[in-house]
């Protein structure tokens, strides 16, 4: 092939391989504007004053297409299918309590977006900011509104491979102290001190006496609960294949995803609660693979989401292992229930 | 793009003036990388956040299945090279089906949404890098002089490195002009790594590039024997046993950012750009670098690269507060290294083995640096970092003074 007709194949090529590339472009972004208009059907969602103060409420991120998309938004506790009230703070994930909330957004940059954990006071303004160092996943804040933690996935270790860890912080609110990664506490495990590398948290809650939280600790291919004291600053293993766990309001039971067996390896877990006393696990009747932390609503009665049509939808479950699961809420994901002001 | 081309046509005019240009070889095969490139950091650049944005899952799964990955990327490396050699000349095509294994890898990631298929998928696109990447060093160093395979090198791996910059640029771009736009990403990502073989197939010479006068002696056939025997050669086996010793103490990259981090205190949301850094120092320095591998002896840049690798230790371990700093001379590293191997390793393999022996030098040097990721990695939980830190700078001291004796023959002879 001559030169000339060598570079005309490359241009009709290149021709071709673009208008695909910018069709599928214009596609997705064309789906985007689609995504901003209300879907028929739909939950109503109008602007309006959201606080973390209001008795009643459940505030959560809407994922309902519109011009609310994405905002923190309320809902009555009791009616939480209902009209949304939207309060024009975007967050990928989201927890509150005793009027204070933690907001984890997303900065879009020129070249890459970084993330941020925006404290938020009980009408939403933005007390403080941290740097999240990767995308985040889990968000919480202890009973009494004065600790915040959350979860970000790290990726970028390493310059072309696919392996992630995860880092868990903790604010102390008050005084803005932040502990960046909680690999910075002791690690007790089993009764000894024990250190290593590839140890990694994730899935922070909070007891309401402002010392103690639950967290998973991964270590060598294992994931454990673990307690955790604020002010020793240890944490301790307890029991072995717990992830995001949640502390019932009474303190005395975990609710948390574990890895059952026989299980394909993308929908590994199930929802199980633990009682703290006797270490005793109940399976909950959620027969699908839950990849949340869940909520408790009140203490017989938990929150937790699952994929659905438009990101996820909310489902409700007793915590005693009886009953079936019932969605509550479409379009919604990271659910606070602002009512429950424990303390402070 | 501009960067690259700017660069290298610069090198071409430099080159001439000097007396010897970098073969049109050298820039399709160099086009070829950097359009592939672009392609493939397009998609690792998004991954994580189309696992846990997009589908919802924990990607902490593929931390485990990623050291499978590189060890079986290491072995398939040698496949490739033998391959490449038998039958006289097939680098081109077999650099070219992996090319285009890594591209049908594209849409496959719009139909995997689970875990296991997306672990998969990857494997694939390991396999076609791991496949091309011997066969296409050898057709680099065959299209060049002697006299010139360093900057040769340099050139291609400046041209590589540009697009694995824009590729993460091109697919925050996408992500910005839609929403949820990963279906966009990997569907331009697969158009652009299509053009990256069409340009290979089109432009880069099949067959024997420019086939030197040296001669074919008889244990150089390319036979599988032929190819273990590389190793009975003294000076491919000084080569490899450096290139050993040195990957021994090369702590990866994942450590260097995360030491970067806790000891120089880089806040969290530069943490993803650190990576870039190096990136960008092996970009600007791979040229002049290679060219100075072939004035001043290809040894001297690449023991004096591992001594860059060492002062960025020592800052390191000193906790100056000299972030750039250390990118830079990470990126040095790189680019004292990465091509100016293979040139040098070029010297002493002959061409109908050529793919087999960068292969074997290639393997030999990746396996290395697993072992000290291990180690390192070990260290760090016995000791902590500081003290592993400072055992991994005495061993490359150590390795380098070793290296040092072994090669002194090589380079007089040189």
């Known amino acids: 092939m001559t030169v000339r007709n060598r570079l005309l194949v490359l241009l009709a090529a290149v021709l071709a391989l673009a208008t695909v590339a910018v069709l599928s472009v214009l596609h997705a972004s064309a789906r985007a504007d689609r995504r901003n208009e209300t879907q028929p059907g739909g939950p109503r969602v109008s602007a309006g004053r959201v606080a973390l103060t209001t008795p009643g409420r459940m505030v959560f991120r809407n994922m309902a297409w519109g011009p609310h998309r994405d905002e923190l938004t309320s809902v009555p506790a009791s009616d939480p299918s209902g009209p949304r009230t939207a309060s024009g703070v975007k967050c990928l ?30 009408r939403l303004k933005e007390k403080d900011h941290y740097d999240v160092p990767g995308i985040p996943s889990r968000a919480r804040v202890s009973p009494t509104g004065h600790f915040a933690a959350w979860t970000a996935f790290v990726g970028g270790d390493s310059y072309a491979g ?62 454990y609960l673990v307690r955790g004291d604020l002010r020793a600053r240890t944490v301790t293993t307890l029991h072995t294949n717990v992830e995001c766990p949640s502390l019932s309001p009474d303190g005395t039971r975990i609710a948390y995803k574990k890895r059952a067996k026989g299980l394909p390896k993308d929908a590994p877990w199930r929802l199980y609660v633990l009682d703290l006393r006797t270490m005793h696990e109940t399976a909950l009747a959620e027969p699908r693979s839950v990849d949340d932390q869940a909520v408790w609503k009140d203490p017989r009665t938990l929150v937790y989401a699952l994929p659905g049509d438009y990101g996820a939808d909310l489902y409700t479950l007793p915590a005693d292992g009886t009953g079936k699961p019932r969605r509550i809420s479409t379009a919604a994901v990271s659910p606070a229930y602002v009512n429950q002001t424990t303390g402070g | 793009m501009y960067v690259a081309e700017t660069r290298a046509a610069r090198a071409t005019t430099a080159g001439r003036r000097r007396g010897g240009t970098v073969a049109p070889t050298v820039l399709a095969l160099g086009t070829v990388s950097l359009i592939t490139d672009v392609s493939s950091e397009m998609v690792t650049a998004v991954l994580p956040l189309y696992l846990v944005a997009g589908l919802g899952l924990s990607p902490l799964g593929f931390g485990l299945l990623d050291g499978v990955y590189n060890g079986f990327s290491a072995v398939v490396r040698l496949v490739g090279g ?28 719009l139909l995997a949404h689970s875990l296991t298929p997306i672990g998969l998928v990857l494997a694939a696109d390991r396999t076609g890098k791991g496949l091309r990447t011997a066969p296409r060093d050898a057709l680099i160093s065959l299209s060049s002089t002697p006299e010139t395979r360093g900057r040769a090198f340099g050139v ?34 697969f158009c652009v790594a299509v053009l990256g073989v069409l340009v290979l197939v089109l432009f880069v010479p099949g067959g024997r590039a420019e086939p030197r006068a040296e001669p074919a002696s008889d244990d150089a056939r390319p036979t599988l024997r032929a190819a273990l025997s590389l190793l009975r050669r003294r000076d491919l086996r000084r080569v490899t046993v450096c290139a ?101 390793a070029s010297d002493s393999v002959p061409e109908s083995l050529r793919s087999s022996g960068l292969a074997v030098v290639q393997t030999g040097q990746a396996l290395a640096r697993f072992a000290c990721s291990l180690g390192f990695g070990a260290a760090w939980t016995l000791w902590g970092d500081r003290t592993a830190l400072w055992a991994s700078t005495a061993a490359l001291a150590l390795c380098a003074v070793l290296s040092l004796t072994i090669l002194r023959p090589l380079e007089s002879s040189a």
């Not at chain 1, 005793?98 to 938020?120: E, F, I, K, P």
């Not at chain 1, 880092?167 to 290593?196: C, F, M, N, Q």
């Not at chain 2, 590589?160 to 910059?165: E, F, H, N, Q």
Request: charged share 15%; glycine share 8%.
């Open chain 2, 82 to 109: 033998h391959l490449a050699d038998r039958g006289g000349g097939r680098h081109k095509w077999v650099a070219g089906f992996g090319y285009a294994l890594s591209a049908l890898c594209k849409p496959l990631l």
């Open chain 1, 162 to 223: 696919t392996d992630f860890s995860t880092r868990a912080a903790i604010v102390d609110v008050r005084t803005g102290e932040l502990t960046p990664s909680l690999e910075a506490y002791r690690v007790i495990k089993d009764g000894h001190a024990y250190r290593s590398a590839d140890v990694n948290f994730w899935g922070v809650t909070f007891a309401s006496d402002d010392r103690t939280f639950y967290a998973t600790l991964a270590t060598q291919r294992k994931t």
């Open chain 1, 93 to 122: 994930r989201f927890y509150a309590a005793a009027g204070t909330g933690v907001c984890l957004q997303a900065v879009h940059g020129a070249v890459s977006d970084s993330y941020r954990a925006l404290v938020l006071d009980a």
């Open chain 2, 156 to 189: 291609h791996r400046a041209m590589d490195t540009a697009g694995a910059l824009l590729g993460p640029l091109a697919a925050f771009l996408i992500l910005r002009a839609t929403v949820d736009g990963y279906d966009a990403v990997f569907t331009v990502s």
């Open chain 2, 244 to 344: 050993l010793l040195l990957g021994l103490a090369t702590v990866s990259d994942s450590f260097v950012y995360l030491l970067l981090q806790r000891r120089l205190d880089v806040p969290d949301r530069w943490f993803a750009l650190l990576p870039l850094g190096t990136a960008a120092a092996f970009l600007l320095l791979a040229v002049p670098l290679g060219r100075l591998a072939d004035r001043v002896g290809r040894w001297r840049v690449f023991l004096a690269g591992h001594g860059a690798l060492l002062a960025a230790y020592a800052l390191l371990l000193a906790s100056a507060h000299s972030v750039a700093l250390v990118l830079l001379l990470h990126g040095a590293f790189y680019a004292a290294t990465d091509g100016v191997l293979m040139a040098a």
